[in-house]
């Protein structure tokens, strides 16, 4: 089903961006669309790039603890339920446990308090394997 969006814009901006589109054979509602749909899609892409970032980030303090096996199991547990239940307790676990290890912690772990999805990857990355080459 089709909706309408309402924008607020100055009368003159309307009125020179219906010239401008009308001088390029183009329909003013059509290039808005056209530039919503371009937002959306690289909003899309930089989150798959974020979750990407993250899991990596996770299997690099997987292999600070030594490795899958030797990852605290207690973290681990806390994380999963941080990650249900209260994304800043995650992010601030996260950075504790950098903190104590003595780590510098990647920019990318602040994107895990921004959604359970994100938290999700950071800790996939933490007990997974190694990400594949292009992932």
Request: aromatic content about 10%; hydrophobic content about 35%; charged content about 25%.
């Amino acid at each position: 089903m089709d909706t309408n969006l309402q924008i607020r814009i100055s009368k003159d901006l309307k009125e020179s961006f219906q010239h401008a589109a009308k001088e390029n054979n183009k329909d003013a509602s059509s290039l808005v669309r056209d530039w919503i749909i371009q937002y959306v899609a690289e909003h899309e892409r930089a989150n798959e790039n974020t979750a990407v970032d993250l899991y990596r980030a996770g299997y690099e303090l997987q292999q600070e603890f030594g490795g899958r096996e030797k990852v605290n199991k207690e973290l681990v547990k806390q994380l999963q339920e941080f990650a249900l239940t209260n994304q800043k307790e995650f992010t601030h676990l996260i950075l504790s446990t950098y903190l104590d290890l003595d780590l510098t912690v990647p920019a990318i772990v602040s994107k895990t308090s921004n959604g359970y999805a994100f938290s999700q990857m950071f800790l996939l990355g933490l007990i997974g394997e190694k990400p594949k080459e292009g992932f």
